[in-house]
């Protein structure tokens, strides 16, 4: 009986110190930093993510949100340096991880970050106001162009998506905008739905409820693809009838922001895989389908190398924008 | 009448026995943080959020918005009791309902503060049941330069309103436009004022200013004129509330002026802290005597509170309707929306209705029974003023400390808090406002955006601000409200010139 006693506890004893070697488990209440004040783009993000683990049990440990929204959500990616080699800070952003530090002065390098996983991409679309006299992107630039500068593009805060979309449609049409920022996708919205402005490159979902209401309408998605299907938004035509903006004929394929999901440094690269799994597992769940396709984004997990690549090609191709416009502060 | 038809639905929707407690816990977890200064209505709902996720959407709502309820109530009770507002939006309601409760008047001061906030909240959810499609219509008119007018009316309102000096007025708004400046510009992209402090990137919150600058400053205070507070001999009877009660409709023009006052901030995006401090500027400029303001007047109490909770009822249209959060709860509870599977936008009406006339008819329900609630808790809180300074004022100390921390869970917050604290402690000392102060870094940099975006818009041309009758108008009532008080200053001169030289003559 003795004897068996110890074998046993032999086992158990190999089994305790098998155990951390073999995956790396949260020990105590994992916060999700959002990089964006709370009702924003990322803020959503991570809380769809947070309902969706809890619903299906996907981790032990509780998980407590905190907003930290400042300086464009700089706070939140500085608060995940301070965090180093802690595995409990999850850090939920987009493409502003590893660009927000080539246009502001900040207390944090992309270095400063580990990269766990990609979720999505948003897409990124030209809209005019509902009784714009443009029905297609190209007739829309053309008369840009014809009266320089006195045309208004909306978007979200200086230097950030919105206005490197913008720069990038200008470099490559020779159109001129007047760019205002607001506050968010959400004002540039309801300014376009108003008529202040003559058009705006906001996401998918920060236009849906003025497309439905017939307040705007889209021209082109910056997609190499069409969107999903999907249900009609308005007058019978859906996400899918959009033209890409290749099809109208303007000579820039592509503009995406990836949602993205990050560690702080030198975590246990362990850690780092537990989280991908994580998101794995909530990328294939049928909440995440039914979020990403309310949305109108892009489903695509990318983990790894995937991951670190496509962050390379973006932050290359962004950058040569912030350098032309003459942003770069470093 | 079809919106009354779909009222009598939402009706049917919010009435179950399932909601209405709800709304009795929603409303008595709102007065608990909107009571605690710093934890305010954002961090309630975003506390309470992740246990909505199960729930279906209209439940989730009303749960959510009786918590707001209850902390806008809660807000006003510490501004009447200690002279620290719970939320920015009571700081007006700190000038006599504070005064008030020194004078023993705790409980019909905290009676008039509640009717009157339930009757504020009515006239915006009346408003909201009958005019919804016109408002929605109607706030799509609004941009850039109407936006800035609208902010430079609330501040025009202000200066001049007398009490200090103007010029010790200017200075205290500067100030607060300074601190309103902090961090990252929406309208450059550029990190400002920060001299490359982290803590400093999100800027400083208004929420840590009023912690420190009434709360701590006002103990500083209280510590140095001897370890106590006034009116603690306050008598608290039930029926003073019922005798407050009966006062109430004696006030029923300072009642009107006021909800249209804060339906107007609410449904334009000046918020209930600009329409509870504009409400009480138009009642003191209005009033026969308005020596009377800052000494205890009942009017000063109900004007700003009415306005408050007006324009806090009013603000949900706007983002129901539109999508533009009204208010840092409103944009918390937008991410809810979100959650639920709804998208807040024009169509939200058409789609579903069950749930924007549910959620209405819960915030006449919610009110009712926020009402109902805080009136019962009047003599409890009124007593509070019986325990000895001595134990409840480190409490308060301890509170401040801890709200100062929730706020953005930053521990340099609490420093930043004791700071304003000393300021808030000189600004008596030299009888310099904080009103002001308060006021430019809630809708301070809000009117320095507008206002940019308009230069932006026009290429740099003033006369944008009267492109149009609407950003016209709204400029013109700001300059007279700015004037009024210099040609009165100014007329009065004159009279004494006159009178000085008949006299010679």
């Known amino acids: 009986m003795k004897k068996f006693t110890i074998a046993a506890s032999f086992v158990a004893a190999s089994f305790a110190m098998a155990m951390p070697a073999q995956a790396w488990q949260p020990t105590k209440p994992i916060e999700f930093v959002v990089a964006s004040g709370p009702g924003g783009g990322t803020d959503n993000f991570a809380r769809i993510i947070q309902s969706i683990i809890t619903k299906h049990k996907l981790v032990e440990q509780p998980i407590v949100v905190l907003n930290k929204g400042g300086g464009s959500g700089a706070e939140a990616f500085i608060y995940g340096k301070g965090g180093k080699g802690d595995a409990h800070k999850v850090v939920f952003g987009t493409n502003n991880a590893y660009l927000l530090p080539y246009v502001a002065k900040l207390g944090y390098k992309f270095s400063d970050l580990t990269p766990v996983a990609a ?212 | 009448m079809e919106n009354f038809a779909s009222l009598l639905h939402g009706f049917e929707v919010a009435l179950t026995a399932h909601h209405i407690a709800l709304m009795m816990a929603g409303v008595l977890l709102g007065i608990l943080v909107g009571v605690l200064p710093g934890l305010g209505a954002p961090n309630g709902v975003s506390l309470m959020l992740p246990l909505t996720f199960t729930m279906d959407p209209v439940s989730a709502i009303i749960l959510l918005t009786s918590l707001y309820w209850g902390a806008l109530f809660g807000g006003s009770t510490t501004s009447v009791l200690f002279n620290i507002p719970g939320e920015p939006s009571s700081v007006a309601t700190t000038f006599d309902g504070h005064p008030m409760a020194k004078q023993g008047r705790a409980a019909e001061a905290l009676s008039f503060a509640f009717l009157s906030a339930g009757f504020g909240a009515m006239a915006g959810v009346i408003l909201i049941t009958l005019l919804s499609g016109w408002v929605a219509r109607f706030a799509l008119k609004f941009s850039s330069p109407e936006y800035f007018a609208v902010y430079f009316m609330t501040f025009a309102s202000f200066v001049g309103l007398g009490g200090a000096s103007p010029f010790k007025t200017i200075v205290s708004m500067a100030m607060g436009f300074a601190f309103a400046t902090i961090g990252m510009d929406s309208v450059s992209g550029n990190v400002r004022l920060t001299y490359e402090f982290d803590v400093l990137l999100a800027g400083v919150s208004f929420l840590i200013a009023v912690i420190g600058l009434f709360g701590l400053g006002e103990l500083l205070q209280t510590m140095e004129e001897g370890l106590r507070f006034d009116g603690v001999k306050a008598k608290v009877r039930p029926r003073d509330v019922l005798l407050t009660a009966l006062k109430l409709p004696r006030y029923w023009f300072a009642l009107l002026r006021s909800s249209i006052i804060g339906i107007w901030m609410g449904i334009t995006p000046g918020g209930p802290t600009a329409a509870s401090f504009m409400s009480y500027a138009m009642a003191k400029r209005s009033s026969r005597n308005p020596e009377k303001f800052g000494k205890g007047e009942p009017e000063g109490v109900i004007s700003p509170e009415t306005a408050d909770h007006a324009a806090g009822s009013a603000a949900m249209l706007p983002m129901l309707a539109l999508g533009i959060p009204g208010s840092a709860t409103a944009a918390v509870m937008m991410g809810g929306l979100m959650i639920w599977g709804l998208n807040p936008g024009p169509m939200l009406f058409v789609e579903r209705p069950d749930f924007v006339w549910g959620l209405i008819a819960s915030m006449y329900l919610g009110n009712v029974v926020a009402v109902i609630v805080v009136l019962a808790t009047v003599p409890l809180f009124a007593s509070i003023l019986r325990i000895p300074f001595s134990i409840i004022g480190p409490a308060i100390v301890v509170v401040c400390f801890i709200g100062a921390y929730t706020v953005a869970s930053k521990e340099f917050d609490i420093w930043l808090a004791l700071a304003f604290g000393l300021v808030g402690y000189f600004f008596k000392k030299l009888d310099y406002p904080i009103a002001p102060l308060v006021l430019a870094m809630v809708i301070g940099d809000k009117a320095e955006d507008a206002f940019r975006q308009s230069m932006i818009f026009s290429q740099g041309s003033l006369s944008i601000f009267w492109s149009n009758p609407l950003v016209g108008s709204l400029m013109a009532i700001a300059l007279a409200l700015l004037l009024f008080p210099l040609l009165g200053s100014a007329r009065r001169g004159i009279r004494k010139l006159t009178t000085a030289r008949a006299a010679k003559a």
């Open chain 1, 119 to 330: 979720l999505a991409l948003d897409e990124f679309l030209i809209w005019v106001n509902g009784n714009s006299p443009y029905n297609d992107a190209k007739a829309y630039i053309d008369a840009v162009k014809a009266k320089p500068g006195s045309f208004k593009m909306a978007g979200s805060q200086s230097k950030d998506t919105d206005q490197t979309l913008t720069a990038m449609i200008q470099d490559a049409t020779g159109a001129k905008w007047i760019y205002v920022p607001f506050q968010g996708g959400g004002a540039a919205a309801t300014q376009l739905a108003g008529g202040h402005v003559d058009s705006n490159t906001n996401n998918p979902n920060e236009n849906i409820g003025q497309w439905k209401a017939g307040q705007v309408k889209p021209l082109c998605v910056f997609s190499p693809v069409r969107l999903a299907k999907g249900e009609p938004v308005h007058n019978g035509k859906g996400w899918g009838d959009i033209p890409t903006c290749k099809e109208a004929g303007l000579p820039l394929e592509s503009f995406q922001m990836p949602r993205t999901v990050w560690l702080p440094a030198e975590v246990p690269a362990d850690a780092v895989g537990f989280y991908a799994d994580v998101m794995e597992k909530v990328s294939k769940t049928p909440e995440w389908a039914e979020f990403v396709a309310r949305t109108a984004q892009t489903a695509r997990f990318m983990k790894g190398k995937e991951l670190t690549d496509f962050v390379a090609k973006d932050e290359a191709a962004n950058a040569k924008v912030f350098k032309d416009e003459g942003w770069v502060v470093n």
